[in-house]
Structure formats: structure tokens, C-alpha cells
């Protein structure tokens, strides 16, 4: 069994920072990706930013310039740094493992339960 348990979330003014931390926790024999999502009032899940088990990284057009994804192999953690915040970033924020728990087993997608982050102006 994998958990994802996230942290990080919070109230902000117009122009703070945050960090979003994730730890994968049981059973991880190797991750093929880490990603952040968000999700805002009345909208769709959209993707914030990636990073591969490589440190290759892929962010939102939102994101770029503000936000910075990073990783600790040593701990099964990824990170959502977030500087200039602005109200329209205000949302539920997931973590998403691709997960492989034993060799030779399918890889598995896993999610985080949410952390909400809330702007102000």
C-alpha cells in the first residue's frame, strides 16, 4: 500500500509563498514520475508542474517563472515551491506518484488527498 501525504498548504497574501512538500510512504520500488495538479473552484483538475525520477522538469504556462518542482530521492518526497502567489491560484492542490512497488510490477498511479491553498488579494 502507497500513501501520498501532503503538506504545506495554507492562507496567503497577494504576492506570498508557499511550499507544498509530498512524501510517498510503504512500499516504493522505484517512481517514474512526480507531478503537482490543481484544481479550482468550479473548475477541472489541470496539471502545475512534473518532474521525472531523472530531475527532468515540465511546467503549466501559469506556473512558469513562479512555481519550481523538485525532488528528494532519499526521502520519496516532491516539493511545490510557489512564490508570487495571485488569488486566481487559489485551489485544492493533489500530488501525483507514478509508482512501481516491486520489480517487475505494473506501474501504478497514486494521489495525495489535497492541500488547499488560498490566495487573498
Known amino acids: 500500500q502507497v500513501q501520498l501525504v501532503e503538506s504545506g498548504g495554507g492562507l496567503v497574501q497577494a504576492g506570498g509563498s508557499l511550499r507544498l512538500s509530498c512524501a510517498a510512504s510503504?512500499?516504493?520500488?522505484?517512481?517514474?514520475?512526480m507531478g503537482w495538479y490543481r484544481q479550482a473552484p468550479g473548475k477541472q483538475r489541470g496539471l502545475v508542474a512534473t518532474?521525472?525520477?531523472?530531475?527532468?522538469?515540465a511546467y503549466a504556462e501559469f506556473a512558469r517563472g513562479r512555481f519550481t518542482i523538485s525532488r528528494d530521492n532519499t526521502t520519496n518526497t516532491v516539493y511545490l515551491q510557489m512564490n508570487s502567489l495571485k488569488p486566481e491560484d487559489t485551489g485544492v492542490y493533489y500530488c501525483?506518484?507514478?509508482?512501481?512497488?516491486?520489480?517487475?510490477?505494473?506501474?501504478?498511479?497514486?494521489w495525495g488527498q489535497g492541500t488547499q491553498v488560498t490566495v487573498s488579494s
Open positions: 501525483n506518484t507514478v509508482i512501481r512497488q516491486f520489480p517487475g510490477a505494473p506501474y501504478k498511479s497514486y
Open positions: 518532474i521525472t525520477t531523472a530531475g527532468s522538469t
Open positions: 510503504g512500499r516504493v520500488f522505484s517512481i517514474a514520475v
